[in-house]
Structures are given as structure tokens and as C-alpha cells.
């Protein structure tokens, strides 16, 4: 990777989706993806004994593995922000999440578990370096980027068959008697995937054909093409989002 010196802050998300959508807000508000801010994702994350991590529950094993190369990839590191899905009861909750961003921190850099009481506000972690956690959730409080973008669709009247036509087969499970319902989560990821996929094919021509040859690895290519004109990059719901993101701002001139 080729890191610019003077890069002031790193962002660690989840996934590569959310990497494109968060590339999308920062360029929205003003910020450069590659010069105010390095994003960075936990999507296959290999811990040092060589064990894969995904998701959330990866973001120890980063942290460790980001501390010791700091000084070698990234000299000017001021601010470290990490973006994690909220996710859902019961397994997860505010405590719960800010937990597992604390036990995180801690491992790496040996702070206090108590170091994050809440999201959006930079604590110290050493003399030199502040970071700020956020939590992906959608305007009931919960969820995650899936339910979140399928909220911010900036035009839910342009109907989409492809994903649009599953609302029926959710809406038929869950008025039936089946013991199997579909939950907002589950209907939401299928939902995107979808989209994407419709999006690839209706909007970017011979590029979505190769997309779509290879989806799971290149669906957030599609994001990054189209994700400004479906998504409304300024919906309220954005607003705890677009502050956090403007944490790492930088405060002097990029030389």
C-alpha cells in the first residue's frame, strides 16, 4: 500500500461493503479516503497464528496487528476510528459492543477496559494517539450497514423487481404458519445483495457483467460506482455517522 506520510487518521470497518460506503460519506463531506483518511477492513482478517477472523469479533486481533506496524505504514497516525455493525439483541447491545471495542484497545495497547463510555467521543490511548469508536445502526437503534442502506434508498418508488419482489416472499413467510420467520436482518442482507446485483446489470453496462462473474468479492465495486445516486447520503438517519466521520478531519493542511 502506498501511504501518504502525512495521513493523520485510520478507520477500521467491517467489511469491504462498508469500506465503499464509508468512502462515499467522507468524499461527501469533504474528506479524502486516501489523504485525511487510510480505511482500512476486518473482511478475512488473519490473526497471528494464522486464524481467520471475520466481523466484528476481529477487530482485537487488528488492533494488535495495526499497533505493530504503525510506525512503519503509518509514521503520522493521530486518530484511529473503528466502525463496527450495532447489530441486535440479545447477543449485543450498547454495553456490549462498546465491551468488546474496550477489551479490543485494551489487548493492544494495554488501556483501561472503562476507556470508551460511549460512541463518537475521542479517548486517549497514548500521548500521541486518540480514537473513537461507532456503531452502524438504522433509525430503530439497531441493525446493521444492510438494514441502514436499505433505509437511506434514495428513491423507494423506482422500483427494483429483482430485490423489490421479496418483500412478497417475506411478507407471505411471516403471515403464514411456517415456524421459520424472516427476520429485518435476513431480509435486509438478501435485499442488498440483490440490488447490487440489478444495479450491476441495469447500470454499468460491460463492467457490471464482470462484477457480477465474480459478486462476492466485487459487490462493493458497485457501491462505490452507483452508491451516491441510490443512496441519500444526507437522510437524518446519516447524522450520528456524518459527525463521527468529521472526528478525524484533519486540523492542518495535507503536505
Given at each position: 500500500?502506498?501511504?501518504?506520510?502525512?495521513?493523520?487518521?485510520?478507520?477500521?470497518?467491517?467489511?469491504?461493503?462498508?469500506?465503499?460506503?464509508?468512502?462515499?460519506?467522507?468524499?461527501?463531506?469533504?474528506?479524502?479516503?486516501?489523504?485525511?483518511?487510510?480505511?482500512?477492513?476486518?473482511?478475512?482478517?488473519?490473526?497471528?497464528?494464522?486464524?481467520?477472523?471475520?466481523?466484528?469479533?476481529?477487530?482485537?486481533?487488528?488492533?494488535?496487528?495495526?499497533?505493530?506496524?504503525?510506525?512503519?505504514?503509518?509514521?503520522?497516525?493521530?486518530?484511529?476510528?473503528?466502525?463496527?455493525?450495532?447489530?441486535?439483541?440479545?447477543?449485543?447491545?450498547?454495553?456490549?459492543?462498546?465491551?468488546?471495542?474496550?477489551?479490543?484497545?485494551?489487548?493492544?495497547?494495554?488501556?483501561?477496559?472503562?476507556?470508551?463510555?460511549?460512541?463518537?467521543?475521542?479517548?486517549?490511548?497514548?500521548?500521541?494517539?486518540?480514537?473513537?469508536?461507532?456503531?452502524?445502526?438504522?433509525?430503530?437503534?439497531?441493525?446493521?450497514?444492510?438494514?441502514?442502506?436499505?433505509?437511506?434508498?434514495?428513491?423507494?418508488?423506482?422500483?427494483?423487481?429483482?430485490?423489490?419482489?421479496?418483500?412478497?416472499?417475506?411478507?407471505?413467510?411471516?403471515e403464514s404458519t411456517?415456524?421459520?420467520?424472516?427476520?429485518?436482518?435476513?431480509?435486509?442482507?438478501?435485499?442488498?445483495?440483490?440490488?447490487?446485483?440489478?444495479?450491476?446489470?441495469?447500470?454499468?453496462?460491460?463492467?457490471?457483467?464482470?462484477?457480477?462473474?465474480?459478486?462476492?468479492?466485487?459487490?462493493?465495486?458497485?457501491?462505490?460506482?452507483?452508491?451516491?445516486?441510490?443512496?441519500?447520503?444526507?437522510?437524518?438517519?446519516?447524522?450520528?455517522?456524518?459527525?463521527y466521520l468529521l472526528?478525524?478531519?484533519?486540523?492542518?493542511?495535507?503536505?
Open positions: 500500500m502506498n501511504t501518504p506520510l502525512s495521513t493523520k487518521s485510520i478507520l477500521i470497518v467491517e467489511s469491504h461493503n462498508d469500506k465503499a460506503f464509508i468512502a462515499l460519506l467522507l468524499d461527501k463531506l469533504g474528506l479524502n479516503a486516501a489523504l485525511d483518511v487510510i480505511l482500512e477492513d476486518l473482511h478475512k482478517f488473519e490473526d497471528e497464528a494464522r486464524q481467520e477472523r471475520r466481523g466484528k469479533e476481529a477487530i482485537g486481533a487488528k488492533l494488535k496487528s495495526f499497533k505493530r506496524e504503525l510506525e512503519k505504514k503509518y509514521p503520522n497516525v493521530e486518530k484511529i476510528g473503528v466502525i463496527l455493525d450495532f447489530d441486535y439483541p440479545t447477543r449485543w447491545d450498547t454495553k456490549r459492543n462498546l465491551e468488546l471495542v474496550n477489551e479490543a484497545f485494551e489487548a493492544a495497547y494495554g488501556t483501561p477496559p472503562t476507556l470508551f463510555s460511549k460512541e463518537s467521543e475521542l479517548a486517549s490511548i497514548d500521548d500521541s494517539l486518540q480514537a473513537a469508536c461507532f456503531f452502524n445502526k438504522d433509525s430503530s437503534g439497531q441493525g446493521n450497514l444492510d438494514t441502514l442502506l436499505l433505509e437511506i434508498r434514495k428513491d423507494e418508488s423506482n422500483k427494483v423487481p429483482y430485490a423489490d419482489c421479496l418483500a412478497l416472499w417475506r411478507d407471505c413467510v411471516n411456517s415456524l421459520l420467520k424472516v427476520e429485518q436482518n435476513t431480509y435486509s442482507k438478501i435485499w442488498l445483495g440483490n440490488f447490487l446485483r440489478a444495479k450491476a446489470k441495469e447500470d454499468l453496462g460491460k463492467e457490471g457483467k464482470e462484477i457480477l462473474n465474480d459478486f462476492e468479492t466485487k459487490q462493493s465495486e458497485v457501491i462505490s460506482k452507483v452508491g451516491a445516486l441510490v443512496f441519500d447520503l444526507e437522510h437524518p438517519t446519516l447524522k450520528s455517522l456524518r459527525d472526528l478525524f478531519k484533519s486540523a492542518s493542511p495535507i503536505i
